[in-house]
């Protein structure tokens, strides 16, 4: 099993920024990648940011040049870094972390979520 546990949500104004963390353990030897999905009231499930073992990183287009996602590895934790924060990126902010089981099996492991707030 890996559990994520995030952390770092809460109300910033427009134009701020705000660093959320994401901290794994269990079975985290053979996690492939994490990163960061959202979701917003009345909206599905998005994709902000990934980043995989070796450092390759993608973003969706509504945070691209404004979000940065990072990770420690020595301390097992993932990093999503937002700057010119915007009322639209208002949500709840889910860790995920995959990890190759046997025979190449895909699986996902989500943490509880961390409300993000901008207020205009």
């Known amino acids: 099993q890996v559990h994520l546990v995030e952390s770092g949500g809460g109300l910033v104004q427009a134009g701020g920024s705000l660093r959320l963390s994401c901290a794994a353990s269990?079975?985290?030897?053979?996690?492939?990648?994490m990163g960061w999905d959202r979701q917003a009231p009345g909206k599905q499930r998005e994709l902000v940011a990934s980043?995989?073992?070796?450092?390759?990183?993608n973003y969706g287009d509504s945070v691209k040049g404004r979000f940065t996602i990072s990770r420690d590895n020595a301390k097992n934790t993932v990093y999503l870094q937002m700057n010119s924060l915007n009322p639209e990126d208002t949500g709840v902010y889910y860790c995920n972390a995959q990890r190759t089981a046997a025979w190449g099996r895909p699986i996902t492991y989500w943490g509880q979520g961390t409300q993000v707030t901008v207020s205009s």
């Open positions: 980043i995989t073992s070796g450092g390759s990183t």
């Open positions: 269990g079975i985290i030897f053979s996690v492939n990648a």
